[in-house]
């Protein structure tokens, strides 16, 4: 099993000999960057802005009135009868609890909607990456997300530019 295992780790770094000897050309990209300078993201937000502002506008005047009828409740609830306000009450858990649930069906809708529009993103930067990295003979792109990458290596800066012009064009 030892003799095994030596001779593996001796053949792997053979491989990663010849691998460096190869003249292999690494790119890495920071996908956290793109994905927060990328114009195609302020896109993505203000649509989501436009498309559920409305509702959301809808859940702050629900919320507005509910305060307000809290407070009703609390300055009345010496001089108002048992019954009204047990009915005040009554409908102030309702409400609440009408509210919860568009809160939560919204929250979905929307994290529903945002993932699909961050997939087809992804899509866009992958194409991205493989035509830089076709156009300029990489080898391996890497994401980020390594222990160490010497700062020549990045490309993200090629891939937002490339983002932004695709942007422009299609904007047009």
């Known amino acids: 099993m030892k003799k095994l295992v030596v001779n593996l780790i001796l053949l792997s770094s053979l491989i990663s000999a010849n691998v460096i000897a190869a003249g292999l050309k690494i790119g890495v990209v920071s996908v956290e960057r793109l994905l927060t300078e990328a114009p195609q993201i302020d896109a993505v937000n203000t649509s989501m802005l436009d498309r559920f502002g409305p509702q959301r506008d809808e859940l702050k005047k629900a ?3 509910i305060t307000k009828m809290q407070e009703n409740y609390k300055r009345n609830e010496l001089v108002m009868t048992e019954d009204k306000l047990n009915d005040l009450k009554n409908k102030i858990i309702t409400k609440i609890q009408m509210l919860k649930q568009k809160e939560g069906m919204l929250s979905q809708e929307v994290g529903n909607v945002r993932n699909q529009e961050l997939a087809v993103l992804q899509q866009q ?13 990489y080898d391996l792109v890497l994401s980020e997300g390594v222990a160490f990458a010497d700062p020549k290596l990045d490309i993200t800066d090629k891939v937002l530019d490339t983002m932004k012009a695709a942007f422009k064009k299609k904007k047009k």
């Open 63 to 65: 919320e507005t009135e």
């Open 125 to 137: 930067v992958r194409g991205i990456i493989d035509d830089i990295a076709k156009k300029e003979k």
